[in-house]
């Protein structure tokens, strides 16, 4: 692994990512709004930065050249199908030897063998069909990327978050490849350690065609004691 490209890099997500991808001495290019570019200026210089929408596909063509790896943060902003914009031209444009990483929530399903609680599913259905409403943002979009996604002959792996805090890394978070799994019993997940989990994966063949579901390594020694 040479060159990864970051989709969505300024975002809270994206910023962490850069900061492993740069760590592991990876050449970093970033794909982010234009009003967002600033959020970025910290890795000015180490970075190559290309502005402009995610969805653009030829922003995407261009900033995946090349790249042996691409991450990409998945957001269903709006309601004009902007994740899977983003998620097609990826799939399009990347090289097809490409390792393709994406991040969404646990509620994708791949399969239906997912097992959720009451209070995910209905903050789903609540804050999807508000959201929706409101026209910010369209949870659908998101799974119809996946979908586009679980069906590509790519080297794709989704990456599924519980719920997100921030603070200090605990270490990779465990993993499992349904939600219900008595593994993700924490259901929640440090962001930069959700980061991590992604850039971890670029290099890790066992996760190649998989949607693991990801929670918090709360028995990481990081951890204060229960
Ligand atoms: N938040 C959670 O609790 C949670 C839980 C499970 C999984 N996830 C997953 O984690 C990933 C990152 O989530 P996050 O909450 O940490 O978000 P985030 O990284 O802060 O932001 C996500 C991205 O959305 C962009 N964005 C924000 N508003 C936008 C708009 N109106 N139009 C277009 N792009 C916009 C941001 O770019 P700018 O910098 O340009 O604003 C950023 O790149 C997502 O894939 C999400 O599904 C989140």
Redesign the pocket.
């Known amino acids: 692994m040479k060159k990864v490209c970051i989709i969505?890099?300024?975002?809270?997500?994206?910023q962490y990512l850069v900061q492993h991808a740069l760590n592991r001495g990876y050449e970093v290019v970033g794909v982010?709004?234009e009003?967002?570019v600033a959020?970025l200026d910290r890795f000015q210089g180490r970075i190559t930065l290309i502005p402009g929408?995610?969805n653009d596909r030829e922003v995407i063509r261009r900033a995946v050249d090349g790249c042996d790896g691409v991450l990409t943060?998945?957001?269903p902003?709006?309601v004009q199908q902007?994740a899977t914009g983003t998620a097609q031209a990826v799939l399009d444009f990347a090289p097809p030897d490409a390792r393709l990483i994406f991040?969404?929530?646990?509620h994708i399903t791949r399969d239906g063998q997912d097992v959720y609680s009451w209070k995910l599913r209905t903050f789903v259905k609540v804050f999807g069909a508000i959201a929706k409403f409101l026209r910010?943002a369209d949870l659908d979009d998101?799974v119809e990327a996946c979908r586009r996604i679980f069906a590509s002959a790519t080297q794709w792996t989704v990456v599924r978050?519980?719920?997100?805090e921030e603070g200090e890394s605990q270490g990779l978070p465990v993993w499992a490849s349904h939600v219900g799994d008595p593994l993700l019993a924490s259901n929640l997940t440090r962001?930069i350690d959700?980061a991590l989990f992604m850039v971890e994966a670029l290099t890790n063949d066992e996760l190649i065609q998989e949607s693991p579901a990801i929670a918090g390594n709360t028995h990481a020694p990081s951890s204060p004691p229960s």
């Open positions: 969505g890099a300024s975002g809270k997500l994206g982010c709004r009003q967002s959020k929408p995610t943060v998945l957001a902003w709006g902007y991040s969404c929530g646990w910010f998101q978050g519980s719920d997100l962001r959700f």
